[in-house]
């Protein structure tokens, strides 16, 4: 029976996204449509 040789790959990393970035992409997105339905919704108008 041959010698079968040990396993060398190394073990596959799952991909992490860095802390925040779930969020930061979800306001990304909520600018974008916001920008898509109402340009200039949550723009601070100051008036003198």
Known sequence: MPQSLPDTTPP???FR???GM???AA???V???DSL???HFWQVV???
């Open 46 to 48: 100051l008036q003198d």
């Open 12 to 14: 596959k990393r799952r």
């Open 27 to 29: 306001l990304l997105l």
């Open 17 to 19: 996204w860095p802390t």
């Open 37 to 39: 339905v109402a340009p």
């Open 22 to 24: 779930p969020q930061l």
């Open 31 to 33: 600018l974008l449509v």
